[in-house]
Structures are given as C-alpha cells and as structure tokens.
C-alpha cells in the first residue's frame, strides 16, 4: 500500500475523534480503530512511516496514537 494513501486513511480516522473535548479519549479512539480494523502489515507500516518521519501531513491523533500499537 502507498504511504500516502495509509497515511489518508489513518486521518481520516483521526478527523473523526478530533470531536472528542478529551485528547486521551481521541487518541484512545484512533489506536483502538486501528488496532481493531487495520492488518498487522498495515499498523507496522504506519508505525515505520512515523518513525521515520517519511510524511510530513500526519495527523497529531494518529501519531500519538501509533505509540499505542
């Protein structure tokens, strides 16, 4: 899968919980998401592409979330 295209996915994910008055809750939201509905290849990927710092546009939900996957 294109990084791009993850990275869109995942915030996409996060623009929903970004409603959430709660940031833990938010990002609680989003890891428990991905974890539930992305394969194990999918969540490495994101991880690694945020490790790396690969893309710049990462939603702040997401990347706070990949620390609890």
């Given at each position: 899968?294109?990084?791009?295209?993850?990275?869109k996915m995942a915030n996409q994910i996060a623009s929903f919980f970004e409603a959430y008055p709660d940031k833990k809750e938010a990002i609680d939201g989003v890891a428990n998401h991905i974890q539930k509905f992305w394969a194990p290849k999918m969540r490495n990927l994101l991880k690694e592409i945020i490790e790396e710092d690969k893309i710049a546009?990462?939603?702040p939900l997401v990347k706070d979330a990949s620390k609890l996957l």
């Amino acid at each position: 899968m294109e990084h791009q295209q993850l990275i869109k996915m995942a915030n996409q994910i996060a623009s929903f919980f970004e409603a959430y008055p709660d940031k833990k809750e938010a990002i609680d939201g989003v890891a428990n998401h991905i974890q539930k509905f992305w394969a194990p290849k999918m969540r490495n990927l994101l991880k690694e592409i945020i490790e790396e710092d690969k893309i710049a546009d990462i939603d702040p939900l997401v990347k706070d979330a990949s620390k609890l996957l």
